[in-house]
């Protein structure tokens, strides 16, 4: 993203069907919005910041070339909604699945990644046995 992203909550609507001013009001510019989802991982168990402080680099490093104002705005609005979504405190396990109608929206690729990830972060989420024998899931 560049210089002139800082900027996109002057970025006048395109469209009838992009209300872009609307969406712009409550978005970060991308600079504070990445240290904040940097900051806000610090509440996380170590295995999950590790792997979220990872994927936060790795898509802001992504999409850093990006020109078209309205990828931006999604890209911005995505990651907004996440910071939202983490939990204040490192006691809180107030995760949400997901939404079913976001995975009709997705492509076979993302459905793979997904899986993908899935698979990968099960070993770190394994149900912990606690004194009395029981078993605690995590998920």
Known sequence: MQRSCK???NFPATGPSVDLRKAS?????????????????RNLPPE???????????EFRRHRMV??????????????????????DSSANN?????????????AEQLGQLYELMHATRDVWKPVSTEDGAEDSRS
Do not use: C
Request: no cysteine; aromatic share 12%; net charge positive.
């Open 48 to 58: 999950m910041r590790s792997l979220g402080d990872e994927y936060v680099k790795e």
């Open 25 to 41: 009001a409550t978005l970060y510019p991308p600079i504070p919005l990445y240290r904040r989802l940097l900051r806000a991982h």
């Open 95 to 107: 995760f949400k699945k997901l939404d079913p109608t976001i995975f009709e929206k997705m492509s």
């Open 7 to 9: 900027l996109l909550a």
């Open 67 to 88: 020109t078209n104002p309205i990828h931006v705005m999604g890209f911005l609005t995505q990651w907004r909604r996440y910071l939202d979504e983490l939990p204040r």
